[in-house]
């Protein structure tokens, strides 16, 4: 992907980064669906304040712009970029600097790419949805490889949905309102709070199950 609104701000391997941010309403002014739903247009910003997306890819580029995009679209949000398949096990499942609940919320909605080092995205995208904690976390393929074969298996794997990365900005601008659009004001979304909570009290010696 390519584009004038990326930063250049240098990413650090071993940091997890949480941005959270206030935009304006040009996302929600211009969206065909707004007063379509029950939902006011102050409900649905609202909504959008407490959204929590994680994204797992290597490709410190596709993060940057990946934040703009989420920056421009959403009114506030909490965004969180992990740098492979492992780190989001970890996050999901509380492990090791991620036990805290308040700093790592549990997410809405996870963007995957496939190749990764450590543990690539079609081993992350079987194990979470295998979990029977996790599974219905809403989980998007979000990668450059277009091959019927990969897309396919995939979707057997359990992806909600498959997305070439955009080579441009503003594409990847319309994909993301179109996704927030789609999954935050029409889908109905599982109670996320309780996702990684759950998980943890697998382990009924863990201090989260308190």
Request: contains cysteine; aromatic residues 8%.
């Amino acid at each position: 992907m390519s584009g004038g609104a990326g930063s250049t701000r240098k990413i650090e391997p071993d940091t997890l980064w949480p941005i959270e941010r206030t935009v304006s309403e040009l996302a929600l002014a211009d969206s065909g669906f707004v007063g379509a739903f029950d939902l006011s247009e102050k409900d649905m910003i609202e909504r959008k304040k407490k959204t929590v997306l994680l994204m797992a890819d290597d490709d410190e580029d596709d993060c940057l712009l990946m934040n703009e995009a989420v920056r421009e679209i959403f009114k506030s949000e909490h965004f969180f970029c992990l740098r492979d398949g492992q780190e989001l096990i970890d996050y999901l499942l509380r492990r090791g600097i991620y036990t805290d609940p308040k700093k790592f919320p549990a997410p809405d909605l996870i963007f995957l790419d496939l190749n990764m080092p450590r543990k690539d995205g079609f081993q992350t995208l079987k194990e979470i949805k295998e979990h029977p904690k996790l599974k219905a976390i809403p989980i998007l393929i979000f990668s450059t490889a277009k091959e019927q074969e990969q897309i396919e298996v995939c979707y057997k794997l359990g992806a909600n949905s498959y997305l070439t990365k955009p080579m441009l900005f503003e594409n990847l601008l319309k994909a993301v309102r179109c996704l927030g659009e789609y999954w935050f004001d029409i889908a109905k979304l599982p109670p996320s709070e309780l996702l990684c909570a759950q998980s943890l009290c697998e382990d009924p010696t863990s201090a989260q199950c308190n």
